[in-house]
C-alpha cells in the first residue's frame, strides 16, 4: 500500500513526513507538491512517487533512502507554465521517468519558462511521451547542462531498450535559441513520431559534448520554419542511428565542429 494515495485534482502540500512506502497522485491537475520529507527504504516496483511536472523541481529537496534498481520517482506529463529545475534525486539513485503524456516547457506567446536539468539527471520516458521545449505559440527553453564526470541520460523507460521507443526532444518553433543547451548529455533510443533524437524546427539550440545514439531515423533532425534550424553542434559523438546522424533540411546555417561521427 501507499502511505498517501490521492485522487482527482488536487492542491495538496505533501512535507516534512517521513515514508516507508511512498506518495501517489493520480492525475497531474492541480498545484500538489511533495517536499521535504524522507523515503525511507525506497527500492519498491510497484510503490513508487507518482506526482505532476509541475512538482518535480520540488522533488530534490526529499531524502531518498536505501535506494536500488526499482527506485524511480514517476511523472505525469503536463505543460510547465513556471521556470523549474530538476535536481539528481538521491544523489542520482532514483531516475525521474514520465510515466504518461508529454513534459511541454512553456504556455506563453510572451513569457519565457525555461526548464534546468541538473548534472546527473537520468530521465526516462514511456512510449508515446516526448520532452517539447517550446511550441509553435508558446516560448520555452531548456537548459539540460551535465558535466564530464555527471552527465544527465535521457532515455528509454523501456527495461529492454530499442531505437524508436520514445519521441525525444523536440524544439519547436518558440523555443529560445540563445538560452536552450544540451551540455553533456547522452539521448538516445527515441525516432519514434518524430525521426529523431533530437527534433528542430526552426530552432537553433547549443548541442555540444554530447552522445546522440540509437535513433530509429537520425540522431538531429531540423527543419525550417519561419527560419532555418541553425544549431551550434560541438564535440558530440553520433552512433548507432539508423539514418543520418544530422539532416538539416530546407536551409541552414549550422555549426558544426569537433564531433565524432
Do not use: K, M
Amino acid at each position: 500500500n501507499f502511505d498517501v494515495y490521492i485522487t482527482s485534482a488536487s492542491n495538496a502540500v505533501v512535507t516534512g513526513n517521513t515514508f516507508t512506502s511512498s506518495v501517489f497522485f493520480d492525475t497531474a491537475a492541480g498545484t500538489h507538491s511533495v517536499t521535504g520529507n524522507t523515503f525511507n527504504n525506497y527500492n519498491s516496483a510497484t510503490r513508487n512517487l507518482r506526482v505532476g511536472a509541475h512538482a518535480a523541481a520540488g522533488l530534490g529537496s526529499n531524502t531518498f533512502n536505501n535506494t536500488g534498481a526499482n527506485s524511480l520517482a514517476e511523472i505525469l506529463g503536463q505543460v510547465l507554465t513556471v521556470d523549474g529545475t530538476w535536481s539528481a534525486l538521491g544523489g542520482g539513485s532514483v531516475p525521474y521517468s514520465v510515466v504518461t503524456g508529454d513534459v511541454t516547457i512553456g504556455n506563453s506567446p510572451t513569457t519565457l519558462v525555461t526548464l534546468g536539468l541538473g548534472p546527473g539527471v537520468t530521465v526516462r520516458f514511456a512510449s508515446g511521451s516526448a520532452l517539447f521545449v517550446g511550441t509553435t505559440l508558446s516560448r520555452g527553453a531548456l537548459v539540460a547542462a551535465g558535466t564530464a564526470l555527471q552527465p544527465i541520460l535521457l532515455t528509454t523507460a523501456s527495461a529492454t531498450p530499442a531505437p524508436g521507443q520514445w519521441q525525444g526532444v523536440y524544439f519547436d518553433e518558440l523555443s529560445d535559441d540563445a538560452t536552450s543547451l544540451l551540455d553533456y548529455c547522452t539521448i538516445e533510443y527515441a525516432g519514434q513520431t518524430y525521426s529523431a533524437d533530437v527534433r528542430l524546427v526552426g530552432a537553433s539550440p547549443r548541442i555540444r559534448n554530447s552522445i546522440l545514439r540509437n535513433s530509429s531515423v537520425y540522431g538531429i533532425y531540423g527543419t525550417a520554419s519561419g527560419g532555418f534550424s541553425s544549431p551550434i553542434v560541438q564535440a558530440n559523438t553520433f552512433s548507432g542511428n539508423a539514418n543520418d546522424d544530422v539532416l538539416l533540411s530546407g536551409g541552414s546555417n549550422a555549426n558544426l565542429t569537433g564531433n565524432t561521427f
